[in-house]
């Protein structure tokens, strides 16, 4: 019997997710940029999962990968699968290629024709160890595909670790510690508990000898990170309380259901079932479905609801980190930098630029990634609340092998040493994530208000525009110019240049035929109006009706 549910197919590489699945089956849905398929082929696709996955292990003499069963924020009626490489990190970029190939295989046939070439290509000893640990989320379906994963292993003589019900952060964290075991490198114990120990330990060192933080609600989006954020709280030993609210995971529908991280962004307000629970000044924030998302928030004493999303979250780590490096005494030796995407809020960009270098790439969570490899220390936080710090390795060794002069430097530099441990430096982890901003919090003395404070958003409006062909639309300049359709730009500047504080973007999907356009203002109706007008210039662009042009880009 067919599994009744979607598949996201993303191996953390953007756009190519959709080649990935396009030749699998014709009836297929978009959901949030990724790719969505009906459940007559998920067992199909797991197996080959397990196969790629497999033959990665192989190619790099049987260091673990992982494979995370999991669709986030996307409802519980999808689901999806990710790879992570040895380091914890994403999928190396030239397996792209090979993984697409053995996707669209169309036949079995057609499968092993691929799969031969592949292993000839890439020289690939197949008497070489394969080691794939693999778990999955909270979604019924995840039974049905981890068995079909298994088998797509037991193909090809994969040793396979299920660790069982967990978040993709936890995942990530045991690929890299199994891969650093008893080395000078070791990311810690490759075992849950040495997960929560790790960040447990690092928590309570950090805020030992501050005063008590209060009670940190979550809104666990009934998914995984419910079990996660339980099994937390016996490890801060009391450093801080966590009132959980969304944990239930056994509650058909009730995944990423109005509440979690996405929904709180996307919608900009409280999740309704927090709407009698949320005292005003209460600090609160949401995870999505897989825990790797995270969104803070509050209520003001009128009840006005205040987001406190990715931008605000990589400000508030990125002044404290830097504060912590001259305090040591160390500004000559570690520059630490921010990477945003061209959807980071305007003000958050200004406040943070003079403060510390600010780099702008294309939008997708790899390319944040890489570009924090090239700080010392890199931060990185998308919008939307996925994020992390990089330390790099000369910088983890230069703070190992420091000798602080005075009082004052020596404290900072077992602070910066232990936000090495408390950091899931693997991939955004909402749950680390949590722990860091209480620990600025309880450093500075900050609450949600104070925080908020930092810098005042830019009014923003995201508009999103149906085309036919989105390749018409290419970019540069980190996807915050168009190179093409020709004039397009030009019209774009000359409308921008009418608002005050204006700021205007046009990137095509990665996944579907439709372009997204952003635009900023210092007042919301501005911002609302410089988005619509763009958008009209999109749709005119693109070939559009003009009969049929919305009354909105008017």
């Known amino acids: 019997m067919p599994i009744q549910s979607h598949l996201i197919f993303d191996f953390n590489m953007g756009p190519q997710a959709f080649v990935l699945c396009k030749c699998l089956i014709d009836n297929f849905t978009i959901h949030d940029g990724h790719v969505a398929i ?319 270098p600010v780099k702008c790439v294309a939008t997708g969570v790899k390319h944040l990634h890489h570009a924090a490899e090239h700080f010392n220390i890199g931060v990185y936080f998308e919008a939307n609340g996925h994020g992390t710090v990089l330390f790099s390795p000369s910088t983890q060794s230069k703070l190992a092998l420091y000798q602080p002069s005075t009082p004052a430097q020596s404290t900072a530099l077992k602070h910066l040493i232990n936000l090495t441990q408390l950091i899931n430096q693997t991939v955004g982890d909402a749950l680390s994530d949590i722990l860091l901003v209480e620990v600025v919090l309880a450093h500075k003395s900050y609450t949600g208000i104070e925080w908020d404070s930092l810098y005042v958003d830019l009014p923003n409006r995201l508009v999103k525009v149906v085309v036919n062909n989105r390749n018409a639309f290419r970019t540069e300049n980190a996807e915050r110019r168009l190179l093409s359709p020709p004039g397009l730009q030009s019209k774009i500047d000359e409308l921008v240049r009418r608002y005050d504080g204006g700021r205007s973007f046009v990137r095509p999907s990665g996944t579907e035929d439709v372009v997204r356009v952003y635009a900023e203002a210092v007042v919301r109706s501005q911002a609302d109006e410089l988005a619509f007008r763009v958008a009209g210039l999109v749709y005119d662009a693109a070939g559009g009706d003009p009969s049929k042009r919305p009354k909105e880009f008017l």
């Not at 007559?40 to 080959?48: A, E, G, H, P, Q």
């Not at 397996?95 to 057609?110: G, I, K, M, R, Y």
């Not at 299920?162 to 080395?183: D, F, R």
């Open 38 to 356: 009906r459940g007559s082929t998920l067992d199909s696709v797991l197996f080959r999962v397990g196969v790629i996955a497999a033959l990665r292990s192989k190619k790099l003499d049987g260091l673990a990968v992982g494979v995370m069963v999991t669709a986030s924020h996307n409802p519980e009626q999808d689901n999806g699968v990710k790879v992570v490489d040895p380091r914890g990190e994403m999928l190396e970029g030239s397996w792209e290629a090979h993984a697409t190939n053995l996707a669209n295989a169309p036949t079995t046939d057609d499968f092993l024709a691929v799969l031969d070439t592949l292993i000839r290509t890439t020289k690939i000893d197949i008497s070489k160890p394969a080691r794939v640990v693999y778990a999955r989320d909270t979604r019924p379906s995840g039974v049905a595909l981890v068995a079909a994963l298994e088998d797509g292993l037991s193909a090809i003589g994969a040793e396979g670790r299920n660790a069982g019900v967990t978040t993709t952060p936890i995942l990530h964290y045991l690929v890299k510690a199994i891969n650093t075991k008893n080395t000078p490198e070791s990311y810690g114990d490759d075992s849950e508990e040495g997960y929560f120990q790790k960040l447990g330990t690092a928590f309570q060192n950090l805020v030992a000898g501050r005063p008590p933080l209060e009670a940190l609600l979550i809104d666990c989006a009934n998914g995984v990170g419910a079990l996660a954020a339980s099994t937390l709280t016996e490890y801060l030993d009391g450093s801080l309380s966590l009132i959980l609210e969304n944990a239930s995971i056994s509650t058909p529908g009730a995944l990423n259901f109005a509440c979690g991280a996405d929904y709180v962004k996307t919608m900009q307000r409280l999740p309704p079932s927090l709407a009698d629970r949320l005292k005003p000044g209460q600090r609160a924030c949401s995870l999505d479905g897989d825990a790797d998302r995270l969104m803070y928030y509050y209520l003001d004493e009128r009840g006005i609801f205040h987001m406190l999303d990715g931008d605000k979250i990589a400000a508030l780590v990125a002044a404290f980190i830097v504060d912590l490096v001259k305090s040591a005494g160390l500004e000559n030796e570690v520059k630490v930098g921010v990477v945003q995407t061209a959807y980071a809020n305007g003000a958050s960009t200004k406040y943070l630029a003079g403060r510390l």
